[in-house]
Nanobody, 124 residues
Framework: VQLQASGGGLVQAGDSLRLSCAAS???????VSWFRQAPGKEREFVAA????????NYADSVKGRFTISRGTAKTTVYLQMNSLKPEDTAVYFC???????????????????WGQGTLVTVSS
C-alpha cells in the first residue's frame, strides 16, 4: 500500500483545513489513521477509520473538531479539521495496516504503511 498525504498549509486559529490521504496498491487495509508529530514531541494518534464499515475513533484532543471520512471511491481518506488551534501545529501523517486491532489504533508502531506527512501550521 502506498499512501500520499496532502492538504497541509498555514492557517490562523479558528480556521479549517482538510487533509487527504490517497491510497494506491493493495488497498486492503483494516484501518486508516491520522497521526501528527510536533517538533520535539512523539508521534501521536489523531483519528482512525475502519475501511469496511466506517467506524471511527478520535483522540480526546480533537473530538468535536476533527472528522475522519472515506471518499466514495474508497481510495482516499480525509481529515476535516475545524476550529484549529496553535497546538494543532504538526506534521500530519496517514497510516494503514491490514491486521491492526482496535486496541492498538493509537500505537504508531502497529502500522506497516505510512504516508510522507504534510505540515499544518496554525498561527495565533
Amino acid at each position: 500500500v502506498q499512501l500520499q498525504a496532502s492538504g497541509g498549509g498555514l492557517v490562523q486559529a479558528g480556521d479549517s483545513l482538510r487533509l487527504s490521504c490517497a491510497a494506491s496498491g493493495r488497498t486492503s487495509s483494516r484501518y486508516v489513521s491520522w497521526f501528527r508529530q510536533a517538533p520535539g514531541k512523539e508521534r501521536e494518534f489523531v483519528a482512525a477509520i475502519k475501511w469496511n464499515g466506517g467506524n471511527t475513533n478520535y483522540a480526546d484532543s480533537v473530538k468535536g473538531r476533527f472528522t475522519i471520512s472515506r471518499g466514495t471511491a474508497k481510495t482516499t481518506v480525509y481529515l476535516q479539521m475545524n476550529s484549529l488551534k496553535p497546538e494543532d501545529t504538526a506534521v500530519y501523517f496517514c497510516a494503514a495496516d491490514s491486521h491492526i486491532i482496535l486496541s492498538s489504533l493509537s500505537n504508531p508502531h502497529a502500522y506497516d504503511y505510512w504516508g510522507q506527512g504534510t505540515l499544518v501550521t496554525v498561527s495565533s
